[in-house]
């Protein structure tokens, strides 16, 4: 099943550390595949309040996600992020191309019920 790495970064920046962050975060990427599928892109919020941006990026497993967020490559550029974004991130497993919330709900069913 696909994994996300998501980041909400409440607070942006624009200075040569975030620029070499983001010219270098694809050359990390790339041996775990991961893509990026929104890169700071502004919400449309429908509920709640979500102040800042977002950043998706997929990897074909969860284990690829780990492996990504552990590299040596990763953990050398990661500093250029975090001393200037407040952010927030997380890796979490999708779900595959036959999930239906339906079982899923029938499961909860059988345990309330």
């Keep these: 099943m696909p994994a996300f790495a998501l980041a909400h970064l409440r607070t942006t920046a624009d200075n040569d550390d975030i620029i ?3 010219d270098k975060i694809q050359a990390t990427l790339d ?5 990026f599928r929104v890169h700071g892109g502004v919400p449309e919020v429908l509920e709640g ?3 800042g941006t977002v950043v998706i990026i997929e990897f074909p497993d ?3 996600a780990r492996e990504w967020y552990a ?3 990763y953990r050398e550029i990661l500093p250029l992020r975090t001393r200037h974004l407040d952010a ?3 890796i979490i497993e999708g779900v595959g191309p036959d999930y239906d919330p339906r ?3 029938a499961r909860m069913r ?3 019920g």
């Design 103 to 105: 079982r899923t709900a």
């Design 88 to 90: 927030s991130t997380i």
């Design 110 to 112: 059988q345990r309330v």
């Design 20 to 22: 070499d962050y983001i």
């Design 49 to 51: 309040e979500w102040p």
């Design 62 to 64: 969860i284990e690829a």
């Design 31 to 35: 041996p775990y595949r991961g893509r």
């Design 71 to 73: 590299s040596p490559a």
